[in-house]
């Protein structure tokens, strides 16, 4: 329980905890940010993903529990697209950026490593291991990658207009990881979860761990 907030934050899976979000007392979505230039009018500036997703991983908690179950909200604010991601084990996604686009990813079912760096880097550097339960966000201008240990579901929410053409005209292809490199990270990634438990190895479905210990 984080007594500034009296919100309860989530911890992954046989992972490190998740540190609650910094942007503010009243939750990722912060309060509205102001500016003026010289002799112009107070005005409102639009709020971005990043402003509200300050680091990858994405801290999530329980918006409201009762009897009947309990809810934790993906996205508190407006959103540009919403979509489901079935992802099979041993193949990569995304090995592009995004020109002005962001968004977070959150794991359903399954396992994965993310592989994030600058524009025009090209060292690879240890990736983000994601299990069932956890949410992660990529801002634009990131070279990323996703590769999938087991049968992954994902849920994505991102910023702007999420159709294929809209999507396609954002992003910019680079060679982040080759067939080789995947696969060597694929079996990296698999021993690596072995260790953790015989529910997150499987791919199986892990929601249980949101609900707060009372």
Same mark, same amino acid.
């Given at each position: 329980?984080?007594?500034?907030?009296?919100?309860?934050?989530v911890?992954?899976?046989? !992972?490190p %905890?998740?540190?609650?979000?910094?942007?503010?007392?009243? *939750?990722?979505?912060?309060?509205?940010?102001?500016?003026?230039?010289?002799?112009?009018?107070?005005?409102?500036?639009?709020? &971005?993903?990043?402003?509200?997703?300050?680091?990858?991983?994405?801290?999530l908690?329980?918006?409201?529990?009762?009897?009947?179950?309990?809810i934790?909200? =993906?996205?508190? !604010?407006?959103?540009? $697209?919403?979509?489901?991601? %079935?992802?099979n084990?041993g193949?990569?996604?995304?090995?592009?950026?995004?020109?002005?686009?962001?968004?977070?990813?959150?794991?359903?079912?399954?396992?994965?490593?993310?592989?994030?760096?600058?524009?025009?880097?090209?060292?690879? @550097?240890?990736?983000? #291991? #994601?299990? /069932?339960?956890?949410?992660?966000? &990529? /801002?634009?201008?990131?070279?990323?990658?996703?590769?999938?240990?087991?049968?992954?579901?994902?849920?994505?929410? +991102?910023?702007?207009?999420?159709?294929?053409? +809209?999507? %396609?005209?954002?992003?910019?292809?680079?060679?982040? =990881?080759?067939?080789?490199?995947? @696969?060597?990270?694929?079996?990296? $990634?698999?021993?690596?979860?072995? &260790?953790? *438990?015989?529910?997150?190895?499987?791919?199986?479905?892990?929601?249980?761990?949101?609900?707060?210990?009372?």
């Amino acid at each position: 329980m984080n007594q500034s907030t009296g919100s309860t934050y989530v911890q992954g899976p046989k !992972g490190p %905890e998740i540190q609650p979000s910094t942007v503010g007392a009243n *939750g990722p979505q912060g309060q509205d940010m102001f500016y003026a230039r010289a002799g112009e009018p107070l005005k409102i500036k639009e709020r &971005t993903f990043a402003d509200d997703y300050p680091s990858t991983r994405v801290p999530l908690k329980i918006n409201h529990e009762s009897n009947q179950g309990y809810i934790v909200n =993906l996205r508190e !604010g407006v959103c540009g $697209g919403v979509s489901i991601i %079935e992802s099979n084990a041993g193949t990569v996604r995304s090995n592009h950026y995004h020109k002005e686009d962001s968004h977070t990813l959150y794991v359903v079912s399954g396992a994965l490593l993310y592989f994030e760096r600058p524009i025009g880097q090209t060292r690879i @550097d240890q990736p983000l #291991l #994601l299990t /069932p339960g956890q949410m992660f966000f &990529t /801002p634009p201008l990131k070279e990323h990658a996703i590769v999938f240990l087991f049968d992954s579901t994902m849920i994505s929410v +991102s910023a702007r207009q999420r159709d294929h053409s +809209s999507h %396609e005209a954002d992003v910019v292809r680079v060679p982040y =990881l080759n067939q080789e490199q995947v @696969d060597w990270w694929y079996r990296w $990634g698999r021993a690596h979860v072995s &260790t953790m *438990g015989s529910d997150v190895s499987k791919g199986y479905r892990k929601v249980e761990h949101h609900k707060s210990s009372k």
